[in-house]
């Protein structure tokens, strides 16, 4: 089972940014696509942006425009830039494997003036 730490969540105004970097155990990412997904209060989970391993991007309609997902092989860790956020886009943020059921913690995203 592949271990994720998601990182880089905190509070921040309306208009800010904010980058999350999602750590796996392994060499996975460098084999399989990643996706940011977030869950906010009394919500489902959804996805907010996806990379494949051939490095296409898939965003939800609510980010295009504003978030921007990454990664970097050598150093197993995917990323997702947020900027212009929005109240919300407030949820605790999850990445996973895709096709896999293997979750981090999460990190919390809170924005709000």
């Known amino acids: 089972q592949v271990q994720l730490v998601e990182s880089g969540g905190g509070l921040v105004q309306p208009g800010g940014s904010l980058r999350l970097s999602c750590a796996a155990s392994?060499?996975?990412?460098?084999?399989?696509?990643v996706a940011w997904y977030r869950q906010a209060p009394g919500k489902q989970r959804e996805l907010v942006a996806s990379?494949?391993?051939?490095?296409?991007?898939n965003y939800a309609d609510s980010v295009k425009g504003r978030f921007t997902i990454s990664r970097d092989n050598a150093k197993n860790t995917v990323y997702l830039q947020m900027n212009s956020l929005k109240p919300e886009d407030t949820a605790v943020y999850y990445c996973?494997?895709?096709?896999?059921?293997?979750w981090g913690p999460g990190t919390q995203v809170t924005v709000s003036s």
């Open positions: 392994g060499s996975i990412f460098s084999i399989y696509g």
């Open positions: 990379i494949t391993s051939g490095a296409y991007t």
């Open positions: 996973s494997p895709l096709g896999t059921s293997s």
